[in-house]
């Protein structure tokens, strides 16, 4: 549409059904490469996508007319296809259901890239469990801690 004009900054968190941990060092580049190929490809601009062994954040600029929950469905829809296609692991790879979601400010970018490229650090101090909840916290996302993390049966 003419005259519209954007800039929506969206951070999404997402981890491995069960946070097993399970993505790999000799595979986690390209896994990466693939989630900022699968979100650029529904017309978003990927900034960066990283994480560690039980799950990924991606920063991206969300497109005004494309929903959140459709770049999410793509991105770990056609990952865990591309995952499980590839025989990377001897087992059906799945993400868990849901994510999270938060926006950001074009001041706020920078520091936003800063911390998600540093995941394997931070992640020497904290564990997803208490970063994903600090978020929700943090962002007064009202929630049920019950339906938040799908654990092992």
Known sequence: MANTYHKIYIQ?????KYRDAVIAENWKKELMAVIGNLINETGCKTLIVNGVEDHVHCLFGL???VSLSDV???AKAKSSKWIN????????FEWQEGY???SYCRSEVDTVY???EHQEEHHHHQSF???????????EVDYDEEYIFEDLI
Do not use: C, Q, W
Not at 12 to 16: R, S
Not at 85 to 92: G, T
């Open 100 to 102: 999270g979601a938060f």
């Open 85 to 92: 296609e590839s025989s990377i692991l001897d087992y059906r």
């Open 129 to 139: 469990r208490e970063e994903y909840l600090d978020f929700l916290e943090t962002y």
């Open 12 to 16: 999404a968190v997402f981890a491995v």
């Open 114 to 116: 800063h911390y998600i």
């Open 72 to 74: 999410m469905k793509n």
């Open 63 to 65: 497109k005004p007319s």
